[in-house]
Structure formats: structure tokens, C-alpha cells
């Protein structure tokens, strides 16, 4: 079985688009790691297109704020503004879509979980060993899925018990780099931002999870142009635009 590993697609159309054209006829199934508004100018046609095409999926604290169930003032200015924004373009189907996703971890066909942040608090950054090391703890599957930090790579512990660090830095020249799951390893992975990468490298991410045994992380690059013009004509801070540039 083959998934597709996508998250946080902050409600970035182009680069979903991108990351379907580019993984077509590759995968079974889709899965979500939650975050799929905030930030980017179509909310609507990127949750669409998740509850037409994704049946597993586990909330971002973007979906929570952007359909009411939490306060925006947990957000810093910029993160703010766009929230207002995204709750004011959103359907009323779509928010009480969002409303209703699940907290993480999921537990995916009895192989493998996903979550947003960590197992502890769906809302915890791990970008560093010594917090992940606080997520093994809690892992309960050789292999789970996390977002929510927008980098691709992640962590595994072996049989030491000690975290290290799994930088899958996707070359700029090529689309694909591969892992080989082992046995005797934990593995705690990010598939990377769809819609906002902030790993240096703007094209938009994803992975896709082979279940003999390997994990594919993927990049490919998108019509950028396209959503900056529409973040401008919504009036999102100029920031965001920024930021698709720069990757960061």
C-alpha cells in the first residue's frame, strides 16, 4: 500500500495541484495531516477538494481557529489577520467541516498514525532531538506522521533509545529522495508544507509512505505567481507572499 503523506496545505490551491500532478498514479490513498486553511488565499476550493479526496485527516490549530472552535488571539499579528480573513471565505460547510476533524494521532490501518504536532499536544513544535525524544515516549506505532512545524524530514530512534535527527533535504535538481524503514527503528516523520515550506526550499513538499518499507520525500514546484497575485488582490499581509518566496 502506498500513501500520500500531505500537510499543512494552508489553503494554497496551486501547490496542491502541483503535489497531485506530481504524485498521479503513485499512491492508494491520501492522507492528511491537518492545517488545511490559514494563511493562503482559497480556504474553500483546498477544503473541497480534502472532503471529496481525504478520508483521514486530523485537525491543524489553523483549522481550529479558522472555524471558530478556538480564539485567533493565540496567533501573532500576521497569523491573525489571515485567520479573520479565512473565517469570513469560508462556506458554512466547510467550517463546520472543520469544526468536526479529529485531534490526532489516527491510527491509519492498524500500520501507522498521524498527527499535527505531537502525541502529547497536537499544538507542540518538535524540531529538535531532545523534544523528540519526549514524542517517542508516546508514540504507539514503528512509524507515525506529524506537520505543524512545515519541515520536511523528522526523527528516528533506534535501539540505543536515543532520537536523531532526519534532515531530507530533496536536492534542488531532483523531485524525490527515499528512506528505507527498518525493523529496529522508530521512525517519527514530516512530510513537509504543501502551501508554505519553510525549510529554504519553496516547492511545495509531500511524502509518500510505501508500507513494504520505505518513505519517499517529494518536492515539486508550483505556480507561485498565481497565489501571491491572489494574496495581494485579498489584501493577506504582504508577509505571506514573502514567505512562499523565500520558503522560510
Known sequence: ?????????????????????ATEGDYTEVICCGDLVGYGPDPDPVTDWVRANVKLVVRGNHDRVCSGVDSAEQFNETARQAAYWTRAHLSGENIAYLRNLAPGPLEIAEQFAILHGSPRDEDEYVTTTWEAEESFRFLDHPVTFFGHTHLQGGFLRGSQGLAEALPMHVPKAKSRR???????????????????????DNRAAFAIYDTTGFVEFGRTSYDMLATIAKMRKARLPDFLSRRLTLGR
Not at 1 to 21: F, G, K, P, T, W
Not at 186 to 196: A, D, F, I, R, W
Open 1 to 21: 500500500m502506498r500513501y500520500l503523506i500531505i500537510s499543512d496545505l494552508h489553503a494554497n490551491i496551486e501547490a496542491l495541484q502541483a503535489v497531485l500532478a
Open 178 to 200: 527515499v528512506w528505507q524503514i527498518r525493523s529496529d527503528q522508530t521512525y517519527y516523520l514530516n512530510p513537509g508544507s504543501v502551501g508554505q515550506p519553510r525549510d529554504a
